[in-house]
């Protein structure tokens, strides 16, 4: 648990109607156990992926530690990264995943990326390299 800031997280509250709607696509499975964490991020293609309410959230590199792609809101932090070629996906809201294509649409040049870069973000001496130069090599 991180320290929490007194502010409203819109992220928190899209994935909610996500995922109380009736209509969202099968794949979008918003109860994992702590239990099951890694073996689900293992299968899974994707990842959404709020801001969390703490100063540091882990889940987008156990992400792509595990070849899943990160799905993220537009908040700054985020499109920094994708701007900087992160394999990542970005949306305004979680709720336009309830439309089944914008992921299909958005995967293939996520995966591309993350073939590119994987490499370098899974070994110690590669992230702290891009941490350091700030690009991708």
């Not at 394999?87 to 914008?102: S, W």
């Amino acid at each position: 648990a991180g320290a929490h800031w007194n502010v409203t997280n819109t992220d928190r509250s899209s994935i909610k109607t996500l995922c109380a709607s009736g209509h969202k696509p099968p794949e979008i499975d918003c109860t994992v156990s702590k239990a099951d964490w890694w073996s689900r991020l293992h299968a899974s293609t994707h990842m959404i992926n709020p801001l969390g309410n703490g100063l540091q959230s882990p889940k987008f590199f156990e992400a792509l530690l595990m070849r899943t792609i990160p799905v993220c809101t537009r908040h700054l932090v985020f499109q920094k990264l994708f701007d900087q070629d992160w394999p990542m996906i970005l949306v305004d809201d979680f709720t336009v995943l309830l439309d089944e294509g914008v992921l299909v649409n958005e995967t293939r040049r996520a995966q591309e990326k993350m073939s590119r870069h994987f490499a370098q973000l899974s070994n110690v001496y590669g992230l702290w390299t891009y941490l350091h130069e700030g690009r991708f090599r």
